[in-house]
């Protein structure tokens, strides 16, 4: 198409895998906004999501950086992060800098699955998290997240989200994923990760899944090790494999990667690394057309064992489009010198259209407006959730959950469970708690010793109802000796023990059906604040 007053070409680029039928990348590009396709810097740049740090201003530094390399994409971390208007501000210069610099708007992504893991300062609302949701039994309630969540996104600029998580949390020592999954089985995964997908997408953000092809049975973080696992073929395509495998029949967009070495696709190499389960299993076998994403090269995995550098080209060269590194950006700057050298024209060509087109479909570098009073409902939904979300396991026969003058709260500090969940809280259960319902309170140590938790067990004698709150009990054998011990003292002279889990439910196994038992998933203000709600009124209608 030619006007006199603004010459536009427009260039159809579609068919990348010469495909007839692909419709995924069909796209119109302007020729004001393309930059040199044989450019390797910029094909370079395109390929790379690099964070940094910084909130209310970026370094210069760091805008050298990206105007030297053409650095088309960045992520953020809480770090970043202190109110919606500084995050709005921050994105804006962002897209300033990345559009001068590259012709294209950035990618600005985030991971924010709520609960555990939001990114999100406390003026925006964050939806509870994966498993609290999933326990639910209703997926449109994940829908429902993912959809508020993409509109506080897209309103402070940011427009790809790091979620949701398809790892099916098979493995109960899973020190990373947890709560941070919606479920124990495929089907159940699927059907809320689908939901939360649809409802990021149709608020204007792209949503990607991860940690392909599952991080669920581990144990251990990829964060600091390297995982493996070695379940036969069979069995990952029957579990882990499954939910990606749909949603990829589903037409999802992105599809993240884990740093784990799966025995029975690659012995040598983790999946990030690895072109037989990035183009064999992921492109060839599941059909899979859009980006695919690295997990941050700068994690233990990759970094202790091969170098981000490697990791990095190791990880294009079997298939990634999109490679990551989230806080330290002079080693993107190092994985871009080796790719500029070892990596050609035509493979970051591939890889560098289907991110600017993926950016052309979602219409990238927009905002949405959003009224105050709208974020207000926002919040209200969220808290009516995590009420739903509350989970009685077991309610012993004639024992109230309700609260009394005869009450005492005791209950263990957060710790950083995984580097993805950012730093510990300062916030402390016992306390918080303890006030809001003006109760007395006693804080429990994450790990207590014998002498610390029968101090403790000795001023409970006159109090006949205790809850507890426990942290990963069933991962600290000290905590867990003190909630067994905790059941044998309150039960055993006919008090009343409600144990409630503030992060996996698997805590809730220590003790016996004396006791009652609940499941809370999140450590969080808003969490804590429902279930003194739920305290209250005894019943969560």
């Keep these: 198409l030619f006007r006199s007053d603004e010459i536009l070409l427009y260039y159809f680029t579609c ?66 992060i202190y109110s919606k208007e500084q995050l709005k501000r921050l994105c804006g210069k962002i897209q300033e800098v990345v559009k ?98 649809s409802g990021l997408k149709d608020g204007g953000v792209i949503p990607c899944i991860k940690h392909f092809p599952g991080h669920g049975n581990t144990d251990s973080d990829s964060h600091l090790i390297l995982p493996s696992i070695s379940k036969s073929l069979e069995e990952l395509e029957r579990e882990e494999i499954l939910p990606f495998a749909r949603l990829i029949e589903d037409g999802i967009d992105c599809v993240m990667t884990s740093h784990i070495i799966f025995k029975a696709l690659d012995k040598d190499y983790p999946c990030t690394m690895s072109k037989e389960v990035l183009t064999g299993l992921l492109r060839e076998k599941l059909g899979f057309r859009g980006i695919i994403v690295t997990d941050c090269l700068e994690m233990g995995a990759i970094k202790e064992n091969y170098g981000s550098v490697e990791g990095g080209l190791k990880a294009l060269m079997a298939g990634a489009d999109l490679l990551t590194v989230s806080h330290d950006y002079t080693v993107a700057r190092d994985i871009l010198d080796a790719v500029i050298e070892n990596v050609d024209v035509d493979r970051l060509k591939a890889s560098a259209k289907k991110i600017i087109c993926l950016k052309e479909k979602y219409g990238i570098g927009s905002e949405a407006d959003i009224e105050e009073e709208e974020i207000s409902r926002f919040r209200t939904v969220f808290n009516e959730l995590r009420f739903k979300c509350i989970d009685v396991r077991n309610k012993a026969e004639g024992k109230s959950l309700t609260v009394n003058d005869e009450t005492i709260i005791l209950g263990c500090p957060s710790y950083r469970v995984t580097l993805v969940s950012g730093k510990p809280l300062e916030l402390d259960f016992a306390e918080y708690l303890g006030k809001k319902l003006n109760l007395p309170f006693i804080k429990v140590p994450l790990e207590p010793t014998k002498e610390e938790y029968e101090e403790i067990l000795s001023k409970l004698d006159k109090y006949l109802y205790v809850i507890m709150g426990s942290y990963n009990a069933h991962l600290f054998a000290a905590q867990a000796d003190f909630v067994k011990a905790l059941e044998e003292k309150v039960c055993g002279r006919n008090g009343v023990l409600t144990l409630a889990a503030l992060r996996n439910p698997y805590d809730l196994e220590l003790v016996s059906d004396r006791s009652n038992k609940v499941a809370l998933y999140e450590y969080s203000v808003d969490m804590f604040d429902a279930f003194a709600s739920f305290l209250k009124g005894g019943e969560n209608e």
């Design 15 to 80: 068919f990348l895998y010469n495909d007839v039928d692909d419709k995924y990348f069909m796209c119109y590009i302007k020729e004001s906004q393309v930059m040199d396709m044989n450019d390797k810097n910029f094909l370079a740049g395109q390929v790379m999501m690099v964070g940094f740090s910084g909130v209310d201003e970026i370094s210069e530094d760091f805008i050298s950086f990206i105007e030297e390399y053409k650095v088309g994409n960045v992520i953020l971390f809480s770090e970043n």
């Design 100 to 197: 001068k610099a590259t012709g294209y708007p950035a990618l600005i992504s985030i991971d924010q699955e709520g609960g555990m893991v939001s990114r999100l300062s406390p003026d925006l609302p964050s939806a509870p998290g994966a498993m609290a949701i999933g326990r639910t039994g209703e997926p449109h309630y994940a829908y429902e997240a993912g959809l508020i969540t993409a509109k506080e996104l897209r309103m402070c600029g940011v427009n790809f989200d790091l979620a949701p998580s398809c790892d099916i949390n098979n493995n109960k020592l899973n020190p990373v994923i947890g709560v941070r999954s919606y479920g124990e089985d495929a089907d159940t995964v699927y059907a809320f990760a689908k939901e939360m997908a």
